[in-house]
């Protein structure tokens, strides 16, 4: 089993630093099985709550920059102590989770881990009951600029019209904006999607 020392030398080369003794204590707290994934296009990081024999579960992504991982991490534990607290009687995002949420990010904000951007990002959306989870746009894009020096286009930066390629080599066309997603028409099979702003494409 590996030491409480060596999960925070762990834990550390994916966030910063000061945050990894936390996070360690937390994991060890909940007997939480915490699990560094490979990337996954459709999320960030996972909750699976306590079946049968089984704990709590929590994954994240490895290769998120720092800030993300610490972000999506103690998102994930909010869902733990929603769990905890109401079981499946609550919204995922609701209120409950909403203040765990912020209850989770106080000792990150008393270390000053964050940049100024980031933390006034994390704020701005704690304070935003219209916010639903992690996929407000300010605070992915706050998150964003600390990822590796990469030149990535993101949907919203191109024409409509545009004509653009997905890693998994899916061709489309940039159309309207519906609320807050691009309507993409998938020219393989003709079908239409709906595409987050900061989805990361190549245009053609």
Known sequence: MISPLEKKDVLAQYMPPLAAPIIAKWID??????????????KLGDYRHPFKDKGHKISVNNDL???????????????????????????PHGAEWKNNFKRMMKPFFDLDVFPPDVNQSIIAYLDNPAASSCTDLR?????????????TTHLEQL??????????????????????????VCLDNNKVYLFNPLAEVHAE
């Open 139 to 151: 605070l992915a894009r706050a998150l964003k600029k600390y990822d590796k020096e990469e030149e």
């Open 29 to 42: 707290y909940f007997q939480c099985e915490f699990k560094i994934s490979k990337n996954r296009s459709t």
């Open 159 to 184: 024409p409509p019209g545009t004509i653009f390629t997905l890693k998994d080599g899916r061709r489309f066309q940039k159309g309207e904006r519906i609320r807050k997603r691009y309507r993409c």
């Open 65 to 91: 920059n720092q800030y993300s991982f610490l972000v999506t991490t103690v998102h994930e534990f909010a869902h733990l102590l929603t769990w905890n607290d109401h079981k499946n009687k609550v919204k």
